[in-house]
Every structure is written in C-alpha cells, then in structure tokens.
C-alpha cells in the first residue's frame, strides 16, 4: 500500500523520521504507523497484507485515531498528577501501550501532535525504544 501524508501538513522529513524510528524498533511485527493532531491525521505506513485498499486502511485507523484523540484532553491531568506538592512524583507522561489479544496500540503524544503505531504480539520492551525516538522527533530533536 502506497500512503503519502497530506491532511496533516506533516513534512516529508519528520513523517520519514517517523517510520524509521518504528521501523528500526519494532521490525516486522510493525503494522502501521499514524500521525495525528486534535482534527486530522495521515496514514504513514501500513503493512501490505492488513487491507484489502488504503480506504479500508484509512476507515479503521480512523476509528482508532478518534479514540486516542483523549489524550490531549488527558494532559492538563497527567501533567498535574506527575509532579505533586503532596507526594512524590511519578514523572512525565510517556507513552501509552493498550494491550490486544493479537497485537498492540501505542500512542505517543509531543506538543500538538501525535503518533499511533500498531504492532503484532511481540515482547513490550520495544516499544520503549520506538517511543522514545518518536518523541525525539516529535519534540523536534529531527524536525
């Protein structure tokens, strides 16, 4: 499947950064990869063998994407939550890791953007490694 950014204004830079940082932390068991804001988001990457075209692709990433749009409503909370006069901090939010029987969703959140990837059942210490360098590039560290 052929899936080139457009509704986001993403740049062909940071989406390719994107792919790479999950590609090179998570392998073959990558299924696909989106970018988001708050309204729109763009199909980076989605392995041949998931769909039968790229607007079925597009119609279930949707659903998920408006799912997970709750985490930029979420960080006022999480930031207030992480450091605490009161009791000791927990420390930033990182990432978001929802478990499936056949596979994973993870949410990455940087300033007003975000990344979705999902995976096959593999083990969970990846996912460190692809978000963090995820977060490298969302914060602009590669933009």
Known sequence: MSLTPSETDIDDRRAESILSATRTGLGDDLRSVVYFTPSSFDLLYVRADLYPSDENARERKAQLVRL??????????RDSIAHSDDGP???PYNFTVRFHDEGFVVRVLGG????????????????????????????????
């Open 89 to 91: 901090d927990i420390g």
């Open 68 to 77: 997970e749009r709750v985490g930029f409503a979420e960080r006022p909370i």
């Open 112 to 143: 007003d953007a975000g990344v979705l990837f999902t995976t096959d059942s593999m083990d969970v210490g990846a996912f460190r490694e692809a978000a963090t360098a995820i977060r490298g590039v969302l914060d602009g560290a590669d933009a």
